[in-house]
């Protein structure tokens, strides 16, 4: 249950003075991070009225809900051996995120940084995850989600301009990565963008989708769209983001 200083990359001490709301909501999920808590209120007492939430945790990291908002922030692990370092690359989501604002792409908005603990505040986006809406999807709807993802990827890459032949991508596109409206079924959002990567044309593909069937829908619709984009030269190499968060590098986005 700890949080981070920014300006040492050491866990804080425990204090105390969380809100009625933020203990109530802290009691239920094992291991939810109440510390984590209490460092976000104490830089954003506005929150105090209100409830948070805790989704299901990853392993490297802290995310709850408050309001209309979502805070994450890195959790100590066993696995990552330069607490400095890995406390500094945490932020590569609300990076990358910063820079993708304006450019008119349904993704989150970054609402705050911590000035003295290591978290960030995001806009909350509406919809529900495509994989717990894809079983009831039609062919059509499928065809039609793909081609928007597709249309996604086209924006970013032309949006967001790299050097030496490179395209920005989100680099983890997964199906709970994907938001889209239950009624309409038609894409509302992307959102986790801690693997934002520059990489080559050949390489501006989705990747991490589970599903064959519809990673094929997308590949096909963006193979369509990629023609018109410069090709990257000879010898250009794709800069990934590892997906452990200990292991990560800036890549310069």
């Not at 603990?117 to 062919?139: I, K």
């Not at 050949?202 to 990673?215: G, M, T």
Request: glycine content about 8%.
């Amino acid at each position: 249950m700890e949080a981070f200083s920014k300006a040492t990359g050491k866990p804080l001490e425990p204090t105390s003075g969380c809100s009625a709301a933020f203990t109530k909501a802290a009691e239920k999920p094992e291991g939810s991070g109440n510390r984590f808590l209490e460092a976000i209120l104490e830089e954003r007492p506005d929150l105090k009225d209100k409830t948070a939430y805790f989704p299901e945790q990853g392993s490297f990291g802290y995310t709850v809900f408050i309001g209309d908002e979502v805070f994450k922030g890195p959790r100590h692990s066993m696995y990552i051996d330069n607490i400095g370092q890995y406390v500094r690359e945490f932020e590569h989501e609300a990076d990358a995120l910063q820079e993708l604002e304006g450019k008119d792409l349904p993704v989150p908005r970054v609402t705050c940084r911590g000035k003295n603990t290591v978290f960030y505040g995001m806009t909350r986006l509406p919809g529900v995850t495509f994989d717990s809406v894809q079983p009831q999807m039609s062919e059509a709807e499928l065809k039609s989600l793909a081609n928007e993802i597709a249309d996604f990827m086209m924006d970013m890459a032309k949006k967001v301009p790299r050097e030496n032949g490179l395209y920005a991508m989100q680099g983890d596109l997964r199906e709970p990565n994907v938001l889209v409206d239950p009624q309409t079924k038609k894409l509302s959002g992307i959102i986790d963008f801690g693997m934002a990567c520059n990489v080559t044309k050949a390489d501006l593909v989705p990747r991490w989708i589970k599903s064959w069937e519809f990673k094929s829908l997308v590949n096909e619709a963006l193979s369509k769209k990629k023609a018109e984009l410069p090709d990257s030269p000879a010898g250009a190499r794709s800069q990934y983001v590892s997906s452990d968060p200990g292991l990560r590098t800036r890549m310069g986005f």
